[in-house]
Antibody, heavy 119, light 107 residues
Framework: EVQLLESGGDLVQPGGSLRLSCAASGFTFNNYAMSWVRQAPGKGLEWVSAISGSGGRTYYADSVKGRFTISRDNSKNTLFLQMNSLRADDTAVYYC????????????WGQGVLVTVSS | DIQMTQSPSSLSASVGDRVTITCRASQSISNYLNWFQQKPGKAPKSLIYGASSLQSGVPSRFSGSGSGTDFTLIISSLQPEDFATYYCQQSYSSPLTFGGGTKVEIK
């Protein structure tokens, strides 16, 4: 069974930093691209970032480019999102998801973790 | 970026009704169209991938069709557990983009 478990969400002040983690199990982690998708309170889904299975290619939404960094540790089956220079409009539930540009897109999702940016 | 437009943004329906949700892409995405269901406080759940392929375990009352730019999700007989928000997603080209969502409410 595919399982994705996010952690690291918190309340952080504007301009601060946070690192999210996503522990994966139930599949061969390095065979799959991974994505982060977020959902602001009461809003729709917004893709944030993705990384190839090897970690060699990364992709970012314009809204986070230069502030967020995606990475992965294939030896530990873990995905990361380093978030710097956080702004109020980054407040959202952040989901880790398996997949990216592919036939099934983001097929499996974690339960999500809340990031609140506020003073 | 490919824009995904869903309609309607919300609808009210009764148990047993046939429900149709449409999704239009701003350019051709072949059949790289996926549908998700999201209930309040929960993560999205994949229902249909590749425009028309049902995910394992998803009831057969859900079906998808379309290719190119126009796609449809149909719930043939709405059940109480189907009241939720539905999103389409294109996975044809970067960046991934989603439709704005369709909230299905109880009439």
């Amino acid at each position: 069974e595919v399982q994705l478990l996010e952690s690291g969400g918190d309340l952080v002040q504007p301009g601060g930093s946070l690192r999210l983690s996503c522990a994966a199990s139930g599949f061969t982690f390095n065979n799959y691209a991974m994505s982060w998708v977020r959902q602001a309170p009461g809003k729709g889904l917004e893709w944030v970032s993705a990384i190839s299975g090897s970690g060699g290619r990364t992709y970012y939404a314009d809204s986070v480019k230069g502030r967020f960094t995606i990475s992965r540790d294939n030896s530990k089956n873990t995905l990361f999102l380093q978030m710097n220079s956080l702004r109020a409009d980054d407040t959202a539930v952040y989901y880790c998801a398996r997949g990216y540009i592919a036939a099934a897109g983001t097929e499996y999702w974690g339960q999500g973790v809340l990031v609140t940016v506020s003073s | 970026d490919i824009q995904m437009t869903q309609s309607p943004s919300s609808l009210s329906a009764s148990v047993g009704d046939r429900v149709t949700i449409t999704c239009r892409a701003s350019q051709s995405i072949s059949n790289y169209l996926n549908w998700f269901q999201q209930k309040p406080g929960k993560a999205p759940k994949s229902l249909i991938y590749g425009a028309s392929s049902l995910q394992s375990g998803v009831p057969s009352r859900f079906s998808g069709s379309g290719s190119g730019t126009d796609f449809t999700l149909i719930i043939s007989s709405l059940q109480p557990e189907d009241f939720a928000t539905y999103y389409c997603q294109q996975s044809y080209s970067s960046p991934l983009t989603f439709g704005g969502g369709t909230k299905v409410e109880i009439k």
